[in-house]
């Protein structure tokens, strides 16, 4: 039995969506006339996944890609069926029940049917590469291989819940310093560009010598009004110029490095893709997977390019027999503690174990540096936006201290 997609009209001839599954398109036609419905369009969710995946991807809105809670909660929810016994047929079908999403219901329904019609789970995912990423595809086929997919799900619904918990600790934490710079730019921008020419071009129009400080502040003041929109235009095509020059290794590479090496932001960047990297190789290497399958696609997890770089040249020397700590130490990108551990766990026959306290350990670094950064951003940014101001309340102050003087 597969799942499908249909678009149909009711009996006022209203336009009507939904999922209903069933063995062939002519059966689910079916059963869309008993229920008193005109089928318009029938695809089957499995094959309409296949082909947007092979053409580029998986649309947000009519593919099958899950966001980081989706993913969560839909691991969390299988993990648990499955491991109160429920068939993993059944498993499913209690999981597109209970979700509220279409697109959770529809690739959900999706795999089932893979699975119902013999395939195993990894390979039903494999069908929605959009949705599930190859962490979960490969940790999956390790868990069916050892008969342990109860607890390999739930290794899989904790990473997905931990990974979801760290990504809002960090939007929370840049939320409120994000809202606030963008605030204090516009309430500047408002005083430069329009309060400030209409009190100030009193003064200046009475031709009296007025204060360096309110002869810079009309300054400035023409300068944005004249150029502003077009500085404004000139970051925006900065930004896209820039976005563009991404796409090309050699300068991402380059970037990437240069990031890895400022004081505070590089160390926030490699934290946060070792930690990243750590937990998805102990989770596949926990699971069975082999070091080097888990090394290839926990480099996937990498957004810096020179740290995916040194995990692929890392896996080259383990596949010659050095070992992985040493593999990793080589390129010096890696935390030193981090690679402490990693030889701590293969000297111990303990490696999954040491992973995971690897990467728990720099998930707490990871946090610990967001949080004191943002403890200092915030007051810095107070008493910045404090010193533009007052400086522009004196300029316009100034020549109303000095006003008879002015005035004669």
Same mark, same amino acid.
């Given at each position: 039995?597969?799942?499908?997609?249909?678009?149909?009209?009711?009996?006022?001839?209203?336009?009507?969506?939904?999922?209903? &599954?069933?063995? %062939?398109?002519?059966?689910?036609?079916?059963?869309?006339?008993?229920?008193?419905?005109?089928?318009? &369009?029938?695809?089957?969710?499995?094959?309409?996944?296949?082909?947007?995946?092979?053409?580029?991807?998986?649309?947000?809105?009519?593919?099958?890609?899950?966001?980081?809670?989706?993913?969560?909660?839909?691991?969390?929810?299988?993990?648990?069926?499955?491991?109160?016994?429920?068939?993993?047929?059944?498993?499913?079908?209690?999981?597109?029940?209970?979700?509220?999403?279409?697109?959770?219901?529809?690739? %959900?329904?999706?795999?089932?049917?893979?699975?119902?019609?013999?395939?195993?789970?990894?390979?039903?995912?494999?069908?929605?590469?959009?949705?599930?990423?190859?962490?979960?595809?490969? %940790?999956?086929?390790?868990?069916?291989?050892?008969?342990?997919?109860?607890?390999?799900?739930?290794?899989?619904?904790?990473?997905?819940?931990?990974?979801?918990?760290?990504?809002?600790?960090?939007?929370?934490?840049?939320?409120?310093?994000?809202?606030?710079?963008?605030?204090?730019?516009?309430?500047?921008?408002?005083?430069?560009?329009?309060?400030?020419?209409?009190?100030?071009?009193?003064?200046?129009?009475?031709?009296?010598?007025?204060?360096?400080?309110?002869?810079?502040?009309?300054?400035?003041?023409?300068?944005?009004?004249?150029?502003?929109?077009?500085?404004?235009?000139?970051?925006?095509?900065?930004?896209?110029?820039?976005?563009?020059?991404?796409?090309?290794?050699?300068?991402?590479?380059?970037?990437?490095?240069?990031?890895?090496?400022?004081?505070?932001?590089?160390?926030?960047?490699?934290?946060?893709?070792?930690?990243?990297?750590?937990?998805?190789?102990?989770?596949?290497?926990?699971?069975?997977?082999?070091?080097?399958?888990?090394?290839?696609?926990?480099?996937?997890?990498?957004?810096?390019?020179?740290?995916?770089?040194?995990?692929?040249?890392?896996?080259?020397?383990?596949?010659?027999?050095?070992?992985?700590?040493?593999?990793?130490?080589?390129?010096?990108?890696?935390?030193?503690? %981090?690679?402490?551990?990693?030889?701590?766990? &293969?000297?111990?026959?303990?490696?999954?174990?040491?992973?995971?306290?690897?990467? &728990?350990?720099?998930?707490?670094?990871?946090?610990?540096?967001?949080?004191?950064?943002?403890?200092?951003?915030?007051?810095?940014?107070?008493?910045?936006?404090?010193?533009?101001?007052?400086?522009?309340?004196?300029?316009?102050?100034?020549?109303?201290?000095?006003?008879?003087?002015?005035?004669?």
């Amino acid at each position: 039995m597969s799942a499908y997609e249909y678009s149909a009209l009711d009996a006022r001839g209203k336009q009507v969506k939904g999922l209903i &599954e069933g063995d %062939t398109q002519r059966q689910v036609r079916q059963s869309l006339r008993e229920r008193g419905l005109t089928p318009l &369009e029938i695809r089957e969710v499995a094959d309409k996944a296949v082909k947007a995946a092979s053409a580029g991807g998986f649309s947000m809105n009519r593919g099958g890609s899950f966001n980081s809670t989706e993913l969560s909660l839909f691991t969390r929810q299988l993990a648990t069926l499955i491991r109160s016994g429920l068939p993993l047929d059944e498993a499913l079908a209690a999981v597109s029940q209970q979700s509220e999403s279409k697109r959770v219901q529809r690739v %959900t329904l999706g795999v089932r049917s893979r699975v119902t019609e013999g395939n195993s789970l990894a390979k039903a995912l494999g069908d929605f590469p959009a949705a599930f990423p190859p962490l979960f595809r490969a %940790t999956i086929e390790a868990g069916e291989s050892a008969g342990k997919l109860d607890s390999v799900l739930e290794r899989l619904a904790d990473y997905a819940e931990r990974s979801q918990a760290i990504r809002s600790k960090v939007m929370l934490a840049t939320f409120y310093p994000a809202i606030l710079t963008f605030v204090a730019i516009g309430v500047i921008a408002l005083l430069m560009a329009y309060v400030v020419p209409k009190v100030v071009g009193v003064f200046d129009s009475i031709g009296a010598d007025l204060p360096p400080l309110t002869k810079g502040l009309i300054a400035t003041s023409d300068f944005l009004q004249a150029w502003g929109l077009g500085i404004f235009m000139a970051l925006i095509l900065g930004f896209l110029v820039f976005k563009q020059a991404l796409k090309s290794d050699n300068f991402r590479r380059k970037f990437h490095l240069w990031v890895l090496r400022l004081p505070l932001i590089g160390r926030l960047a490699r934290g946060a893709n070792t930690g990243r990297f750590m937990r998805t190789l102990g989770i596949l290497f926990g699971s069975g997977v082999p070091i080097l399958d888990a090394m290839r696609i926990g480099s996937q997890v990498v957004e810096n390019l020179p740290m995916k770089e040194a995990i692929d040249a890392a896996a080259k020397r383990v596949r010659e027999g050095a070992s992985l700590n040493k593999s990793l130490a080589e390129s010096r990108l890696f935390p030193p503690i %981090t690679m402490h551990l990693i030889g701590s766990g &293969e000297a111990s026959g303990k490696l999954d174990e040491m992973l995971d306290r690897a990467a &728990e350990n720099q998930e707490r670094e990871l946090e610990t540096l967001i949080a004191a950064l943002m403890s200092l951003f915030e007051p810095i940014l107070i008493l910045t936006m404090g010193s533009v101001v007052l400086l522009i309340v004196l300029a316009i102050l100034l020549p109303i201290f000095n006003l008879n003087q002015l005035v004669q």
